[in-house]
């Protein structure tokens, strides 16, 4: 199995992006399975329910969040009635939506989707090595589905490489969000599963970390909030990660980054037909 995660989509732009180029890059490199992170899709802040079915239909098969999640009041509302929108699982019981989901790849196999936060320098929500203990434990490759994929949306690197270890051997693929710049550490960690630290955002790289440069340097420089932040309008570049899932243990066989588009070094996969 091929699959495809790109990090956070940040605004117009890089909706713009992924829309357009997500449906050739399936086909050219047939992934059955992916996954979008939408968190900064609405303008920077949360996604709205248009913008998610638009993320499906150009060919998300998952789209999880992070700790925008709730910034457009009206993923409340869809967070519950569309089961390939997720938010982070740690979040308290009786949020709304769902944290994980197991959902049928183009192939045919079964991958369960996990989206969790971490705790350090972000709100504090309850333990994220425990929901993914919990989960993992309800639902392992081999009894209950072929693949697994977490999302973890955190803002430390060691908090990050923490959980791939912790889960090495028991997921496919550990990935980073949140911090929308990519990290050169994409590997197979000793028990079989890929791992990436931080694997970008799919937004305009003329900015910090999306967002135009302007009103982050006023704020920096006065520690005075003089404007709202607005995304970068420049053309975005796509930042994810694929893997080559083998089809008997659900573990990661080759790992490759994706980067298209100005202000980061191009790379696609190439895993052969
Ligand atoms: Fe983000
Ligand atoms: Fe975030």
């Known amino acids: ?50 913008i998610l079915r638009d993320l499906l239909a150009a060919g998300a098969d998952c789209v999880t969040t992070g700790n925008h999640v709730w910034d457009q009041r009206e993923a409340l509302t ?36 996990l989206n969790v936060m971490g705790l350090l320098f972000m709100r504090a ?31 430390a690197s060691s908090e990050k490489q923490t959980m791939g270890y912790f889960v090495d051997g028991r997921a496919s693929l550990v990935i ?11 590997k197979i960690l000793a028990g079989g599963t890929a791992y990436m630290t931080d694997v970008g955002m799919c937004g305009d790289y003329d900015s910090v970390i999306g967002m135009e440069k302007d009103e982050p340097l006023r704020r920096s420089t006065t520690k005075i909030p003089s404007g709202r932040l607005e995304p970068g309008g420049g053309q975005a570049a796509l930042s994810g990660l694929a893997v080559e899932i083998d089809d008997q243990s ?15 070094p191009p790379a696609e996969p190439d895993f052969g037909s």
């Open 1 to 50: 199995m091929r699959l495809l995660f790109l990090g956070d989509v940040v605004g117009r732009s890089g909706r713009t992006a992924v829309n357009t180029q997500l449906p050739g890059l399936i086909s050219k490199h047939g992934f059955d399975f992916v996954v979008v992170n939408g968190e900064n899709a609405a303008g920077g802040f949360g996604i709205t329910e248009e």
């Open 78 to 113: 869809f967070a519950d009635r569309n089961d390939r929108f997720l938010r982070p699982i740690n979040y308290p019981t009786g949020t709304p939506g769902r944290g994980a989901n197991v959902y049928t790849a183009k192939n045919g196999a079964r991958v369960l989707v």
């Open 125 to 155: 929500l309850d333990d994220p090595f425990q929901a993914v203990s919990r989960e993992l434990s309800a639902c392992a490759i081999g009894n209950g589905c072929d693949a697994i994929v977490i999302d973890f949306h955190a803002e």
């Open 176 to 186: 980073g969000t949140h911090t929308h710049v990519p990290t050169a550490d994409w």
């Open 250 to 264: 659900g573990l990661a066989r080759r790992v490759a980054p994706l980067r298209i588009g100005p202000g980061l």
